[in-house]
């Protein structure tokens, strides 16, 4: 037993990015995670690169610290199992529609049928309540809808474009991951299950329009939307005379010591650009332009020398590759290695957080499609004669 979520079970039904990473935090947290998936597994299981079959390296890093069971929820035999595991479990959550659940008959009202303890969880695109309740939505589609690709061309690209990660999956994500922790508190305290709702749309546009409302906070407003910090032009890592360099002047101190470093304090001192929070938040652009200017008589090496003895906040640019091999992350064993099963020796991340009492779980690889559907059925009171039933009317495949 270890992790602060020992001795809770998760029923994982979702797929691609999003829910799985939700659910991978879970496990890390030290909850029993049984990943129910189609017969066909999660598509993003053949993402490569990859050494064998139905283990590429996204399913690798979403996957992590759980069962697999294969169940086919469109075959009654199916839902009946998959409720008989939700009798016993904490926690169900699922991404695709609430339609296409109500459709399988796996609502809310079905599965608190078989477990009115249950936290049921839906991580989907769009709140139910609004016009948009039935769309389909990607990391893509709610970047979009959200208006990062639109931020990125303000801020200075050249055409709109979405941010090169799967942004909107993980902190949707992230919210899941509070979402079902906060719901099993409250049943820890009332004994009372519940659903809950995770939408992406509402969830992101929360994170971009704590930034961007800007003016349009005030009604009638006080000027137009969007923070003017975060979309000047100049807010990228500054060119150097050999590279890139990271650089935050933000606060008086932090200002008044980079002008003392390039010889001239007497612009912070008397220039209006220059010698307030306020002044510098009003003409950004100015303020960065001169930065940027600055930068150019120096390599990155020096300027990191001496930003650093000046307690500037600063920080090289780094690539992937150099974030792979970076010296603090592997010298907390944040990037480690381990050896799984059947993919060999493997390069994985571990759990981001730290906890004195209760230390998150041992990592144990990603399942092979269908590993542990025999032992989770034996658990969910299947003999070995019905699991074999089972595999035989293709509603569950159990491997060699």
Known sequence: ???????????????????????????????????????????????????????????????????????????????????????????????????????????????????????????????QQGPYATRPAYDDLIQGMTGIPWLAQQAGSED??????????????????????????????????????????????????????????????LGPSGYARVLAPERRPFRTRDGYVCVLMYNDKQWQSFFRLIGREDLFRDDPRFNTHENRSSRIAEANAFVAGEMLNRTTAEWLTALKEADIPCAPMNSIDSVIDDEHLNRTGFIRTETHPSEGVLRTTGAATQWSRTPTAPQCGAPRLGEHGGEVLRSAGYSDDEIEALAASGVTSVPD
């Not at 659910?23 to 990859?50: C, E, F, S, Y």
């Not at 049943?187 to 971009?208: I, L, Y």
């Open 160 to 221: 709109p474009r979405y941010i090169p990660a799967t942004l909107a999956d993980r902190i949707v994500g992230l919210h899941a991951v509070y979402a079902v922790t906060t719901a099993l508190y409250h049943r820890e305290r009332t004994g009372e299950g519940q659903s809950v709702e995770v939408p992406m749309f509402e969830c992101m546009s929360q994170m971009v329009l704590g930034d961007h409302l800007g003016g349009r906070t005030f009604d009638p407003p």
């Open 1 to 127: 037993m270890a992790g602060p979520l020992a001795g809770t079970t998760v029923i994982d039904l979702t797929t691609v990015v999003m829910g799985p990473y939700a659910t991978q935090i879970l496990g890390d947290l030290g909850a029993q995670v049984i990943k129910i998936a189609a017969p066909g597994g999660d598509n993003v299981r053949h993402v490569g690169p990859m050494r064998n079959h139905g283990m590429g390296h996204m399913f690798m890093h979403l996957n992590r610290n759980k069962k697999s069971v294969v169940l086919d929820l469109k075959q009654p035999a199916g839902r009946e199992a998959l409720l008989r595991i939700a009798a016993k479990a904490d926690v169900l959550i699922y991404n695709i529609r609430p339609q296409a659940m109500q459709r399988l008959r796996l609502g809310y009202a079905d599965v608190a049928a078989a477990n009115p303890r249950i936290i049921y969880v839906g991580a989907y695109g769009y709140g």
